[in-house]
């Protein structure tokens, strides 16, 4: 039995009453934080489609009914409705903007009536604009400090406005506008799990009898508060490192259950997850290079912090000189490894974990650097001259190479390209030699020897005729 449809089993066997019973010995556990809950519930046209007993708009309105009386008794809850769909029929052309309000927020002792009252009166007509709904939800959820914002959408079909819900919900999340959306799909075919799992936590509600089932599932979810915190420590163990992926696998199973790109929210600190407790994480953070923490389990109802070192600091790499067409890119690895941990390109900065690396910089000739300091919170700035491009012309195919020339000793550089006549290359500023023999000449000396320096930025003719 799968982690959800076993959560799924033990939820089905608790009736209304004891589910009540159980959250709302939670909400008094967690002092007076209130939970805000806005239903954002699909009136769109396809609701009118065959489901089970009825069509799915019948079956929708009884369950939801049942189960909002199951809320009036709950105490620091409060629950408000948006609608989308049910204001302009979708024929001659679909409305875009179809989506209000219908009940703002109050709380669960009165709105759960006004709600239910309004889903009765409904009536689909419309299309399905969910990324302009969530979009509108935000003036929805009036300010307050000491609250929860969850949204749970129930819907029936995707996207049909061109919209990008899932764009839309990450950039929310982000602003601490609400947490991670709980979607619960009626009668959707189980493909459109992927569509919806980047936008909030999925639910399949593949037949009306275990509909009641996944709304008890992801309200208990929703505000037994079993949330999540991951504090990406800086070098003074302060959690103020951010702006890096998170992946966290099902230490079981290895597979992905959750992305997420670390945040810290408009309050300064890192922004809560809300995670399934039932699972046992090991997380692996997207850093240069990545660290990682196995075997983390959750605690059900709690706000749980998981701590990880990743002091991290700043490497530019930039070109000093004339701007050129050639821009080289930099092979980084850890000081004294050679296992390359990033190919980084000049003009570009990045991250990196506080410590020492090497830098091979992919120019001709090469440049190494060892032992290149990365510091907490700071940049290092690596600057190497703008190359020049030496333009060879040959009057026929043949063979030679380009060596550096310090006065006392010859290192190799490149081979030139036998197919051909005419060639750019790009060089470090100094002085060269090139050696060249033409393909049909058979004496060795008649060799070709062509010294010339290289200045940035400035094109350098070198004839072999």
Not at 213 to 240: F, G, H, Y
Not at 271 to 281: G, H, R, S
């Amino acid at each position: 039995m799968t982690t959800k449809a076993s959560a799924i089993f033990k939820i089905k066997h608790l009736t209304l009453k004891t589910i009540v019973l159980l959250l709302l010995c939670l909400s008094n556990s967690f002092g007076q934080v209130t939970n805000r809950i806005l239903f954002i519930f699909d009136d769109s046209y396809s609701m009118y489609a065959p489901w089970n007993s009825n069509i799915k708009i019948e079956v929708a309105k009884k369950v939801m009914g049942e189960f909002l009386d199951s809320l009036k008794s709950l105490p620091n809850l409060e629950l408000a409705l948006r609608c989308y769909g049910h204001t302009t029929f979708i024929k001659p052309e679909r409305n875009c903007k179809d989506t209000k309000l219908e009940v703002p927020f109050a709380a669960a002792n009165t709105n759960a009536v006004k709600i239910k009252q309004r889903i009765q009166k409904l009536e689909p007509l419309g299309t399905t604009p969910i990324a302009y709904s969530l979009a509108e939800c935000v003036a929805d959820f009036t300010p307050c400090a000491s609250c929860r914002n969850i949204v749970i959408l129930i819907t029936d079909g995707i996207e049909e406005c061109q919209g990008n819900p899932c764009e839309v919900s990450l950039a929310l999340q982000k602003k601490g506008i609400f947490l991670r959306p709980f979607v619960i799909g009626v009668g959707l075919d189980v493909k459109f799990a992927d569509v919806f799992g980047c936008m909030g936590k999925f639910y399949d509600v593949s037949n009306e009898a275990n509909f009641g089932d996944v709304l008890k599932l992801v309200l208990t979810e929703a505000i037994s508060q079993t949330t999540v915190e991951v504090d990406l420590l800086d070098i003074t163990k302060k959690p103020t490192e951010t702006d890096v992926n998170m992946t966290f696998y099902d230490a079981n199973t290895k597979q992905i259950k959750y992305n997420y790109l670390h945040t810290i929210n408009h309050r300064g600190n890192p922004d809560t997850l809300v995670l399934d407790p039932a699972i046992t994480y090991d997380l692996f953070v997207h850093t240069i290079p990545p660290v990682e923490k196995k075997n983390i389990t959750i605690v059900r109802g709690k706000h749980n912090i998981i701590t990880l070192d990743a002091p991290q600091g700043m490497l530019t790499l930039e070109l000093d000189g004339p701007i050129s067409k050639y821009y080289p890119t930099t092979l980084v690895r850890k000081s004294g490894d050679l296992k390359t941990l990033n190919v980084q390109d000049f003009g570009k900065t990045e991250k990196y974990i506080v410590g020492k690396y090497d830098l091979e910089i992919l120019t001709l000739p090469r440049i190494r650097l060892q032992d290149v300091e990365i510091k907490q919170s700071t940049t290092n700035s690596i600057k190497i001259p703008t190359s020049g491009n030496v333009y060879i012309t040959k009057a026929g195919n043949g063979y030679g190479s380009i060596y550096t020339d310090d006065g006392k000793k010859l290192v190799w550089v490149c081979n030139l390209n036998n197919a051909l006549q005419n060639e750019i290359i790009y060089l470090q500023p100094g002085n060269y030699k090139l050696e060249y023999r033409y393909e049909g000449v058979k004496e060795t000396i008649k060799t070709i020897e062509r010294k010339f320096t290289v200045a940035s930025g400035i094109t350098t003719n070198v004839k072999l005729n």
